[in-house]
């Protein structure tokens, strides 16, 4: 690894200070994505700021029913918690799906926010990538892009968002809290990360002199129907093909209430309002669920390798919705596919 | 990168830090050692205390070779600095036996012949260890999944579940 200096924050507005008086540090918590990326040469921070020690370890509920989760809570903890377990099933299930336990006993909830987007050209430093060198060029558009992009793409950059946490968060339309110079502020989940446009070197609409210090979750859970369904190469620990988080309020067969969204297609968790307003007030069914599936699928576009994540999107998309409606969302450990 | 662009370092980077001194408490031992603010637990364990059961495969957290309890919990050594570990407990798999006696997963993977190469193995047992210190996992279904950290390209997959059943007292 590069050299680096090392600093403990004493709280978080020590934290603040000392970012903002060295553009070049990094906070540092879990570290399980900063570190190999230092290691990779792909992220080359002067100076770590170990925010580990900070007090934003609680989970508690909020006066409005909701949930607060402080940004150090580590994932398994979080999957584990039982008020997650009982009311936030689909957050339970997506962290688990994620990454391998020893990695998810480091991880914290708002490192999992912020590790980078990725693609196998961002992380050889050989090769041109516009997200780890503005403007030297995207290696994987003509390259070899089977995990990347098909939707919301741009010219400069085709990565995906590897988290299956945020696709849940996005489902639970989740509230990031942050603190930065001129105090706090939140940022809905939606808004928290975005497209690459002509900046896919920025990930996230958090400043870099800000810190994640919660995340909310709003009172609405879909804890009955629910399905986190993860399609990868490997049965376990891989990251997504694609993925589907699906969550539906119903009154007997018909849709009251649903939610979709997509990982490992896009630069951020893919959500659709409009293939979520066909979906309202339908029979829960599959010619229903596949016409949402058209409808968060419209405009997407392979590279080659990965054209084939349009059909399996589709398909993804009407299955993870027919097992929320059923009532049996996939298991974690039961690889097969209901 | 994103927030590094327009900033140089302030001072050269071949003036580097000095070495920060630590206190681990590795497998129930005191360790006092001074070491680079960059250097991993892994390399701490192996280059600094000379434990060099714990293994360094990929580096990259991608193949559980390193796999440590710290504080209990299992944890991909080569992505975790020492200094950031300051105060915590340590287990290596040369902190699992107890009196000369082997601990019951090192027992059971001798038993099921639960390895080939063996690179793999302490990181395994560590990683079990963990596992079953979670008391999340039941069946063997549970076993692969919760284990998916630790590749073993031996491919003793079978008998490494089988081993961890029998430390569970599932054989």
Redesign the interface.
């Known amino acids: 690894?590069?050299?680096?200096?090392?600093t403990r924050a004493s709280d978080v507005a020590d934290a603040i200070k000392q970012i903002a008086a060295?553009?070049?540090a990094?906070f540092?918590a879990g570290?399980?994505n900063l570190?190999?990326l230092?290691?990779?040469d792909?992220?080359?921070?002067?100076r770590?700021i170990?925010i580990?020690r900070l007090p934003l370890g609680n989970v508690e509920e909020t006066a409005n029913g909701g949930v607060l989760i402080g940004a150090l809570v580590p994932n398994?903890d979080l999957a584990?918690h039982p008020l997650i377990e009982a009311r936030y099933p689909l957050l339970s299930r997506s962290i688990l799906a994620g990454?391998?336990?020893?990695?998810r006993?480091?991880a914290s909830t708002g490192g999992n926010l912020v590790q980078r987007t990725r693609c196998f050209y961002f992380y050889d430093a050989t090769t041109p990538c516009n997200k780890?060198e503005?403007g030297s060029g995207c290696s994987a558009i003509d390259g070899i892009n089977r995990i990347n992009a098909i939707l919301g793409t741009s010219q400069s950059c085709i990565a995906t968002h590897p988290s299956d946490m945020c696709v849940a968060l996005a489902v639970l339309e989740a509230i990031v809290h942050v603190t930065g110079p001129a105090g706090a502020r939140t940022i809905a989940l939606a808004d928290f990360h975005r497209l690459p446009d002509n900046t896919p070197?920025?990930?996230t609409n958090l400043e870099?002199d800000e810190i994640i210090t919660a995340i909310e979750l709003p009172a609405k859970g879909f804890s009955t129907n629910y399905s986190y369904l993860k399609i990868r190469d490997?049965?376990?620990?891989a990251f997504a093909l694609v993925s589907v988080a699906a969550a539906l309020e119903l009154d007997g067969d018909t849709i009251k209430e649903a939610r979709v969204a997509l990982g490992g297609v896009a630069h951020k968790p893919w959500r659709s309002p409009a293939a979520e307003v066909v979906l309202r007030g339908q029979r829960a069914d599959a010619s229903t669920f596949a016409n949402a599936a058209d409808i968060l699928l419209r405009g997407a576009r392979g590279f080659g390798h990965n054209d084939f994540k349009i059909g399996l999107a589709r398909r993804a998309i009407v299955r993870t919705l027919s097992q929320a409606a059923r009532g049996t969302p996939q298991s974690?450990?039961?690889?097969k596919i209901r | 990168m994103t927030h590094s662009g327009t900033t140089k370092p302030k001072g050269p980077i071949a003036a580097a830090p000095e070495k920060i001194p630590i206190t681990l408490i590795v497998n129930g031992a005191e360790a006092k050692l001074s070491v680079a603010p960059w250097t991993t637990l892994l390399d701490a364990l192996r280059d600094y205390l000379d434990l060099t059961g714990t293994k360094k495969g990929c580096d990259h957290g991608q193949c559980g070779a390193c796999t440590v309890l710290v504080d209990g919990r299992r944890i991909n050594s080569c992505l975790t600095l020492a200094v950031m570990k300051e105060g915590a407990e340590v287990t290596t798999v040369e902190g699992l036996a107890r009196n000369g006696e082997l601990h019951p997963l090192q027992q059971a993977f001798i038993d099921h012949d639960a390895f080939q190469c063996g690179y793999c193995t302490s990181g395994q047992i560590c990683s079990a260890a963990g596992l079953i210190a979670e008391g999340k996992a039941k069946t063997a279904d549970e076993i692969r999944e919760l284990m998916s950290g630790n590749i073993c390209r031996c491919g003793a997959y079978p008998n490494i579940v089988a081993a961890i059943q029998q430390a569970m007292g599932r054989s």
């Open positions: 690894m590069i050299p680096f200096q090392y060295d553009p070049s990094k540092i570290g399980t570190l190999d230092i290691k990779y792909v992220a080359t921070p002067t770590l170990d580990s398994t584990y990454a391998s336990q020893q990695l006993n480091m780890r503005p070197q920025i990930d870099p490997r049965l376990s620990y974690i450990s039961d690889k």
